[in-house]
T-cell receptor, first 110, second 115 residues
Framework: RKEVEQDPGPFNVPEGATVAFNCTYS??????FFWYRQDCRKEPKLLMS???SGNEDGRFTAQLNRASQYISLLIRDSKLSDSATYLC???????????FGQGTELSVKP | DADVTQTPRNRITKTGKRIMLECSQT?????MYWYRQDPGLGLRLIYY???????NKGEISDGYSVSRQAQAKFSLSLESAIPNQTALYFC??????????????FGPGTRLLVL
């Protein structure tokens, strides 16, 4: 089993839709969680960290469920510019290396 | 200018050739990483370095070697390239803050094709 697994894509949604991605992790010692965004084979960039209490940044909401070992990303009012691949990232030990999920591709259509 | 640069950006080579991918950063970060990305597999860690004297193997280090020439430079070598090393390679840096959260800053990537 992969350490970090994401919803298989692609997700094709119309503009204005709400879309949610899930990511599960297998190591209960995982401590830190992030969502990165990657545009069309360019470099990944940090979208947002995921806090235990959940956090929101504009149209984006991240949630963490430690009991079930998953994190989620919710995008409201999708824009064409949200089209990208979203990468779930986990750090097992504080200060340790990052483990990336395989990514979920989102395509927002007019 | 970009904070993390990679050279070359694209490279075509033949099986058995030795090649080097270079990474430079101006962010002043101690930590540097090399990843490869393959379709459907996400990013996988090849090597990482937490400072100039600290080099560690990642998930898929076989067939690769690295050199940390200075805080700002981290090179990846393929000693004898093979076709399944065809991939997109990313260098990254990070600054580990006191709070425990870690953000990675990626270079633009090197597309490598091994024939």
């Amino acid at each position: 089993r992969k350490e970090v697994e994401q919803d298989p894509g692609p997700f094709n949604v119309p503009e204005g839709a709400t879309v949610a991605f899930n990511c599960t992790y297998s190591n209960s010692a995982s401590q830190s969680f992030f969502w990165y965004r990657q545009d069309c084979r360019k470099e990944p960039k940090l979208l947002m960290s995921v806090y235990s209490s959940g956090n929101e940044d504009g149209r984006f909401t991240a949630q963490l469920n430690r009991a079930s070992q998953y994190i989620s990303l919710l995008i409201r009012d999708s824009k064409l510019s949200d089209s990208a691949t979203y990468l779930c990232v986990v750090i097992i030990n504080q200060g340790g290396k990052l483990i990336f999920g395989q990514g979920t591709e989102l395509s927002v259509k007019p | 200018d970009a904070d993390v640069t990679q050279t070359p950006r694209n490279r075509i080579t033949k099986t058995g050739k030795r090649i080097m991918l270079e990474c430079s950063q101006t962010k002043g970060h101690d930590r540097m990483y090399w990843y490869r990305q393959d379709p459907g597999l996400g990013l996988r860690l090849i090597y990482y370095s937490f400072d100039v004297k600290d080099i560690n193997k990642g998930e898929i280090s076989d067939g690769y070697s690295v050199s940390r020439q200075a805080q700002a430079k981290f090179s990846l070598s393929l000693e004898s390239a093979i076709p399944n090393q065809t991939a997109l390679y990313f260098c990254a840096t990070s600054d580990f803050p006191t709070g425990g959260w870690e953000t990675q800053y990626f270079g633009p990537g090197t597309r490598l094709l091994v024939l």
